[in-house]
């Protein structure tokens, strides 16, 4: 595959606005409102008790085998205790699925839409809250709301700067951080002039995912926040002098790095698995992941040797929440409801946080729990994910939307062939 026959989020989204899809002959189910903690724990009852015989399609990421393992899971236990069929519709990159939402919205589908959950954050939840295509707020009507570690997490109350509003509820939590073979690589570069320096010293050992894939978009916006200039707002959307010079730091930086690329920056991997395994293959000596967890999951499950190791660089790891939103058009919001409620439950929460199925940190507060409840987590020992977040700091903020959305646009017009 060429890089200029990768889709970019930009472009999908315009897309989206323009495409006209065939409506769908099920018919919604009775409209519900959102409804603030307080609402009794009856009106949960009949959402419940609507949710039975709905089927969700629920669109999101299936880069990686253990996050498509763990939906099937979650499907099964959905079926059997709540009556909720849960389908995945696997996407490469959910801007595909905010294509087919902004395009049914232009069409004039309501109420009929063909996206019932989403995984997403960042731009994407920034795209659909600007237009209006995000059902709720709901978050604080589902029962397992009071667990979420809301004060813990900055990130689960603002995605990418934008604030949540109850419209998304978070499911996990990412940092950024590189991982390397200690028996071929024992002394890794910790920041990245010294990645600059090393890959010119070892070329054709190090390359990165290709944007839009949002592993390689991290890369670069972890980049740009350690090379682009300190005074810059990153918060905020960039005006044309503060890109300018943002950009200019980074491609400044990539012009150097990329001659010295795996297969000299004419190619590079379509995702983040896709580069671990050219780490596995002996390709490369270094890759990175949005997840601490990753390598020692990798290593259970017998995709990587035992002597990687994993860790994060000096100037501080980018962190960020990942969430689950229903579209304002679903059509089952409220077997939505139940699957979000569930894919929180202590249980799905405890498994998603185990590095045997998939090692994604949890968005309980786990002081909140007791009982059988926390003996779920506190159960994982080895296996779990908690201690693998420990020695990242600094965190490093996600910058605005719009910061991404323009780098990524730039680096396909530079780079893309």
Known sequence: MTLKQMPMRRT???????????????????PITPGPASTPAAAWSDIEAAARGQEVFFNAWAGDERVNAFIAWASAELAQHYGV???????????????????????????????DLLWINGENFAALKANAMLFGPFVERLPIAPMIDFAGQPSFSSDFTIPVEGLEAPWGLSLFVFTHDAARLADPPR????????????????????????????????????????????????????????????FDYLDALHPVLWRKGATFPQSGPAQRQLLADGEVDLTMSFNPSEAASAVALGQLPASVATYGFRSGSLTNAHFLAIPANARAKEAALVAINFLLSPEAQARKADIRFWGDASALDLDKLSGPDRALFDALGENGNLARWEGFEPALSEPHPDWMERIERAWAERYAR
């Open 12 to 30: 999908l989204l315009w897309i989206g606005l323009t495409l006209a899809l065939v409506a769908c002959n099920r018919a919604p189910p009775a």
């Open 85 to 115: 069929k849960l389908t995945h519709v696997k996407t490469q990159d959910t801007a595909e699925a905010i294509a087919r939402i902004l395009a049914e919205k232009a069409a004039g589908r309501v109420d009929d839409g063909s996206v």
């Open 191 to 250: 920041d990245f002039p010294a990645l600059l320096a090393w890959a010119k010293a070892n070329p054709g050992r190090f390359t990165y995912p290709a944007p839009p894939n949002f592993t390689g978009s991290s890369f670069l916006k972890q980049a740009m926040l350690a090379i682009g200039p300190a005074d810059l707002d990153y918060a905020r959307p960039p005006d044309e002098d503060g890109f300018a010079r943002a950009s200019a730091a980074l």
